[in-house]
């Protein structure tokens, strides 16, 4: 018997630790670091529990030192979706059933497997085969993937407390259903602890999954489902499904059992999954929840008060941090003219001075850009602007891809606020600077509103505090996560929850109660203790 109200504590956010040289972290990583790149392994498919393999493989490579091999992994067939599926859809009348207690406690334990036994691994993995650098790794593998994993069964439970009052002559209660099928989880290469999330969000809430991990992030994708079977999840209750997410897309959505989707990743994967689903409309047992994080164009505004080394650094940094492909990264920015010389100087000091190159040198503070089409898709950018008239490149503009995908940090200065550089998202090191007349303030805020589909991030950077007001209110539409005198990335969970609207998503905040809801289908269940025994109201009766 089971009749205990838990009472969860409201998380502390993981630490960051600081990995100095010779610190027992750093020993410990730079054994993982050495264990996993002389080690390749094989990456199966996880259904139901147990490891399949195919006959269709592909590599997993380093994006800083391509020779080199992670891991083979084995792809999907129509064939596994489809026992993923099955799968899923078996161990949804378990998983459902269980006490969300049950859920909560294998989350719980996810996290401390995490922070403890296994944070080397996720690094190692994550700095291996997303090029990320300590801290870059530290603040996404680790630390964010467990505050999603515990504010996730916090947030759980205050949504569970949400009961409709009783009366003495009746009793009401809302039953938190999970979604009536699957969930189809698809995630993007860019932050591992995303990859968690789309997965232990449905799963905290009773629902079960058929993942799709992006294929540049298979290595710590693939640890990840290791350490939530070892914390306890049954089998079928996530399947993991490596392979092409064109064919793994489209025989997931033909299942009349698909009850959700969750995504993160570009637009036109997340407009076509859309399209796909309407299409099927009819073929559904429910309408599918669609909840997607997609792109952005952020923005940094500059009000003439502000502070220009501030602005520097923190433009910088939001700009070139793990090479520009934070979904939130810095990508355009706007200047008043009496701030630039000093703004210039500084970034210009700053991009003399930061280093790029392997993850295994710790004073990179650059690294490589995740695969190939990235690299080509940056230098397409950089040319561009290399041969218009209307731009000038005051830093960087070279790549190279010899040994790893090396895109030098470039800053691009145009005349035109509309410049393809300021409008579309390029997901690498590049940013576009709008130099605008200090008397021009009001009409260059309504060129930062209106220059981009998107509405992510943003920052502006004012000492003036009404005016930082003002242009916050009047941006209140361009970004889903606002900053004032910051930088617009590191959105830490349970703090500043993230998501943004316009061609940014659906901006259901992950990390918390928002989003959980997305994937419970209340019923309302009243018993009453006095039934009508009379089908004539008072006033009819003589
Ligand atoms: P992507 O869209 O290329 O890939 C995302 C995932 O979709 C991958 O797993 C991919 O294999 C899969 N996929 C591709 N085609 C598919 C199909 N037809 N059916 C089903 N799945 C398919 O994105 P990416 O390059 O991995 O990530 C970068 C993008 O993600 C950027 O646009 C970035 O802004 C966005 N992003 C947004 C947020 C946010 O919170 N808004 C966070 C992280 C990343």
């Given at each position: 018997m089971n009749n205990a109200i838990y009472n969860f504590l409201i998380p502390a956010n993981e630490p960051i630790l600081?990995?100095?040289?010779?610190s027992k972290g750093r020993v410990l990583l730079e054994a993982e670091l050495n264990r996993q790149r002389l080690n390749p392994i094989e990456i199966p498919l996880i259904i139901g529990g147990k490891e399949i393999r195919t006959n269709q493989t592909g590599q997993v490579r380093m994006p800083h030192n391509h020779s080199q091999v992670l891991a083979t992994y084995y792809k999907a067939t129509e064939k596994e979706v489809n026992l993923a599926i099955d799968a899923a859809l078996k161990a949804h009348c378990i998983w459902a059933d269980l006490s969300w207690t049950v859920r909560a406690a294998i989350l719980l334990k996810a996290a401390e497997l995490i922070s403890g036994k296994y944070r080397a691994v996720m690094n190692a993995a994550t700095m291996l085969g997303q090029s990320k650098n300590i801290y870059q790794s530290e603040i996404d593998a680790v630390c964010e993937t467990i505050d999603f994993l515990k504010f996730n069964a916090y947030f759980a439970s205050r949504i569970y407390e949400m009961q409709p009052s009783s009366a003495f002559n009746q009793l009401n209660k809302m039953e938190f259903r999970p979604l009536e099928g699957f969930v189809f989880t698809v995630s993007p290469f860019n932050f591992t602890s995303i990859a968690s999330n789309l997965n232990m969000a449905p799963v905290m809430m009773g629902n079960t999954t058929v993942w799709k991990p992006a294929t540049t992030s298979l290595l710590s994708n693939y640890y990840l489902m290791k350490i939530f079977q070892e914390a306890g999840l049954p089998d079928g209750v996530i399947n993991f499904v490596p392979g092409s997410g064109a064919l793994i897309g489209k025989t997931a959505l033909q299942s009349p059992d698909l009850a959700g989707i969750h995504f993160t990743g570009s637009n036109e994967i997340f407009n076509f999954l859309w399209s796909e689903v309407s299409k099927h409309l009819p073929h559904y047992k429910s309408y599918p929840r669609l909840v997607g994080e997609t792109g952005g164009k952020n923005f940094v505004f500059v009000h003439p008060s502000a502070t220009a080394k501030e602005v520097a650094v923190n433009a910088y940094r939001g700009a070139f941090e793990f090479q520009g492909q934070k979904c939130s990264a810095v990508s355009r920015m706007y200047v008043p003219v009496s701030l630039w010389a000093e703004i210039k100087n500084e970034l210009l000091r700053i991009g003399e001075d930061a280093r790029m190159g392997?993850?295994?040198?710790?004073?990179?503070?650059i690294n490589a850009v995740i695969d190939e089409a990235s690299f080509d898709n940056c230098l397409n950018y950089i040319n561009f602007a290399e041969k218009s008239e209307e731009a000038e490149i005051i830093l960087g503009g070279n790549g190279n891809k010899s040994k790893g995908f090396f895109v030098e940090p470039t800053i691009i200065v145009t005349?035109?606020?509309?410049?393809k550089t300021m409008v579309e998202e390029i997901f690498g090191p590049i940013l576009t600077i709008f130099i605008y007349d200090d008397n021009k303030l009001e009409e260059t805020i309504g060129l930062c509103n209106t220059t981009s589909p998107y509405g992510l991030t943003g920052a502006v950077f004012s000492r003036d505090r009404v005016a930082a007001s003002n242009i916050c209110e009047q941006l209140r539409y361009a970004a889903g996560n606002f900053y004032i005198n910051d930088k617009p990335t590191g959105a830490i969970v349970g703090l500043q929850p993230f998501g943004g609207s316009?061609?940014?998503?659906?901006?259901?905040?992950?990390?918390g109660e928002f989003n959980l809801i997305r994937w419970i289908s209340p019923r309302t269940i009243k018993e009453t203790f006095q039934p009508a025994s009379e089908y004539r109201y008072d006033y009819m009766i003589e």
């Open positions: 600081g990995y100095k040289k010779g392997d993850i295994n040198d710790p004073m990179n503070f005349s035109n606020p509309k410049f316009r061609a940014s998503g659906t901006n259901d905040k992950a990390g």
